[in-house]
C-alpha cells in the first residue's frame, strides 16, 4: 500500500527492516530489485536479483528479470546462461527465449551459437524473412556461402508465390558482387512468372543498380503501362522514379 501511495522511501525502509530480520526472504529481495531497478540503481538491482533467485532458483519471474537486468548492462553471457535454463524449464515461452538468445549471441560474435538459436526460434514460429535474412548474415561471417543461400531457398520454397523472396535472393547476390548470379535469379524467377509486377521493378532497379539505366528504366515503365499491375504499386514506383 505504501509503494503504490507513492511513499517509496517508506516503502523501501520497510523492506529493508524485513530483510534485516529474515535475509532469506526471496521475495523481499525480489521486490527490493525492481524498485532499485526502476530508479535507475542497476547494480543494487541486479545484486538483489541474483540473491532472490539463489533462494528460489526455480522461480521463472526471478530468472526472466534478472536476465533482463543483465542484458540492461551487457553482461551477456550470464544473461545467455539464464536464458538457456528458461528455455528447459519454461516451455510456453521457449519461442521468446530462443529470440533473446539469437540476439544475445549474435551481439558476441558467436555465430554458430546465433544460428543454433535461429534454428529453434524458427522451429517454433516456421520459417519467416527476418530469420532467414539473420541467418544469411551468419553463414556469410562464418564464410559458409552455399547455407547462406540455402536459407533464401528454403525461404522462396516456404512461399512459391511470394516473388519478392526471389528478387531479395538476386539482390543479395549482387551485395556480394556476384552480379551474374544475381541477375540469374531474376530470369529465372521472371521465366516463372511472366511479367510478374514485383519481380520486374525489383529486376529495373538491379539493372540501375548496375549501371544499365536504359534496360532498368525500361522495366521500370512496362509496369507503369500494365494495365493489370496494382495501383499502389504504380503509386509507390511513380515516387521512386520522381526521387
Given at each position: 500500500k505504501q509503494r503504490q501511495a507513492g511513499a517509496i522511501r517508506a516503502a523501501v525502509d520497510n523492506l529493508y527492516r524485513c530483510n534485516s530480520l529474515d535475509n532469506n526472504n526471496s521475495e523481499v529481495f525480489a521486490v527490493l530489485a525492481d524498485i532499485n531497478m526502476n530508479n535507475n540503481y542497476t547494480a543494487a538491482a541486479i545484486?538483489?536479483?541474483?540473491?532472490?533467485?539463489?533462494?528460489?532458483p526455480h522461480n521463472i519471474d526471478y530468472k526472466i528479470s534478472l536476465a533482463n537486468y543483465l542484458v540492461n548492462v551487457y553482461e551477456l553471457r550470464e544473461a545467455a546462461k539464464?536464458?538457456?535454463e528458461l528455455v528447459k524449464e519454461d516451455h510456453k515461452r521457449k519461442n521468446i527465449y530462443y529470440y533473446y538468445l539469437a540476439n544475445i549471441y549474435s551481439t558476441m560474435n558467436e555465430h554458430e551459437k546465433a544460428i543454433g538459436a535461429w534454428d529453434a526460434f524458427e522451429e517454433e514460429e516456421g520459417?519467416?524473412?527476418?530469420?532467414?535474412?539473420?541467418?544469411?548474415?551468419?553463414?556469410?561471417?562464418?564464410?559458409?556461402?552455399?547455407?547462406?543461400?540455402?536459407?533464401?531457398?528454403?525461404l522462396i520454397k516456404s512461399a512459391p508465390k511470394e516473388t519478392k523472396y526471389i528478387a531479395l535472393k538476386g539482390d543479395l547476390y549482387l551485395a556480394i558482387g556476384k552480379e551474374k548470379l544475381g541477375e540469374q535469379c531474376y530470369l529465372d524467377g521472371l521465366k516463372?512468372?511472366?511479367?510478374?509486377?514485383?519481380?520486374?521493378?525489383?529486376?529495373?532497379?538491379f539493372l540501375m543498380e548496375v549501371g544499365r539505366n536504359k534496360e532498368g528504366m525500361v522495366k521500370l515503365l512496362s509496369v507503369l503501362q500494365d494495365p493489370k499491375a496494382d495501383y499502389v504499386l504504380k503509386q509507390g514506383l511513380l515516387t521512386r522514379i520522381a526521387e
Open positions: 545484486d538483489q536479483m541474483r540473491k532472490a533467485t539463489e533462494l528460489e539464464l536464458y538457456e520459417v519467416n524473412e527476418t530469420i532467414s535474412q539473420q541467418k544469411f548474415k551468419l553463414y556469410l561471417k562464418l564464410k559458409k556461402e552455399k547455407k547462406a543461400f540455402a536459407e533464401m531457398d528454403k516463372k512468372f511472366p511479367g510478374d509486377p514485383t519481380l520486374t521493378i525489383q529486376y529495373g532497379y
